[in-house]
């Protein structure tokens, strides 16, 4: 297919584009950032998804967009912000596809949606708590208007777990990076399942539901098998890269109350800390989504999240490491 894929330039859409190239498919790129990881083998356009002329400066044919393209961050984002670029780019990339009669749309939506209402499957009933969330469930509800104006359009929503992999400085990397550094110290008891998915088996089931798509809207989890508790998932990195944890264990109550303090001085400064009451509490969080229904389907992961594991422990200290420590050694 034709395929404009929306944030392409990102962590995750650096290896979607990389893999539909290779799949035969011809893609165009749009993102408000210059591309950055990966040569562009593509039409590119820097451009924010609500620039109705930027859009419009997306050449050729077009048979179906992939929308990556979203304001996501722990830190730093406004309500109006999520919204404007959640759901209002989402209007924007509909009415484009309108203009060039693109009937095809796959959404990048997240877990987020269900908030609390934990395991999910994707029968489970949204509740989202934060703005993310709602901004990702109310986009959907627009796509899916969009759709029911006409019964040949094919969408897919599909609802990803946290993504980790090389190149991505999130919530798993920061992980890894205190477990092999030897730096990770115990916060609350680890029992709490934390679901996730490795960036190859993301860009693998983005591959495998594109030959799927039929008329009407169909949702998919995804996270890898099997869930684990944070204490399974910080001993398996243990083990593949050979660092032994801390048995220092600090209650969470006390973490909490210790680090609340840096989020009061984060929104009294602008600066994002590392360590905040916030996140010390999403750390200890269940977060566990199920993705039954596209496997029933035959979706087999290329890859076992240990893998993907020890892929993005080999990428920290072969790549990252050395390279932010050469950046620290010049500014010196």
């Known amino acids: 297919m034709n395929i404009l894929v929306t944030g392409d330039s990102g962590f995750i859409g650096s290896y979607l584009t990389d893999d539909l190239v290779r799949s035969g498919h011809r893609v165009a790129g749009l993102d408000i950032e210059p591309a950055k990881k990966h040569p562009v083998r593509y039409p590119y356009v820097t451009g924010d998804i609500r620039d109705a002329a930027a859009l419009a400066s997306v050449e050729g044919p077009l048979d179906c967009i992939i929308h990556l393209a979203a304001a996501h961050r722990d830190f730093g984002v406004t309500r109006e912000e999520y919204y404007s670029v959640n759901v209002e780019g989402m209007r924007s990339l509909l ?36 703005h993310y969330g709602g901004s990702k469930l109310e986009a959907e509800a627009v796509l899916r208007e969009w759709q029911s104006h006409d019964p040949e359009r094919q969408v897919i929503i599909l609802r990803p777990a946290v993504v980790f992999g090389p190149l991505n400085t999130a919530n798993i990397f920061k992980l890894v990076r205190q477990v092999c550094d030897r730096r990770f110290i115990w916060v609350g008891d680890g029992n709490n399942v934390k679901s996730i998915a490795y960036v190859g088996n993301i860009t693998a089931v983005t591959l495998f539901l594109l030959e799927r798509m039929a008329p009407g809207t169909a949702v998919y989890n995804y996270s890898d098998e099997p869930n684990m508790t944070t204490r399974e998932l910080v001993g398996l990195i243990s083990r593949l890269s050979g660092a032994p944890v801390s048995r220092v264990h600090i209650p969470l109550s006390a973490a909490v109350a210790a680090a609340n303090v840096f989020d009061l001085l ?43 594991l020890r892929r993005n422990i080999e990428w920290y200290r072969t790549e990252y490491r050395p390279a932010a420590a050469t950046v620290q050694h010049s500014d010196e």
């Open 266 to 308: 984060g929104r009294v400064t602008g600066i994002d800390f590392p360590v905040t009451g916030a996140r010390l509490r999403k750390f200890n969080t269940p977060t566990e989504h199920r993705s039954g229904k596209v496997r029933s389907l035959g979706f087999v992961p290329p890859f076992s999240l240990e893998e993907g």
């Open 95 to 130: 009415r484009f596809a309108d203009e060039r009669g693109i009937r095809r749309f796959f959404f990048y939506s997240t877990v987020a949606v269900y908030g609390d209402n934990q395991p999910s499957t994707e029968e489970t009933a949204p509740a989202p708590v934060n």
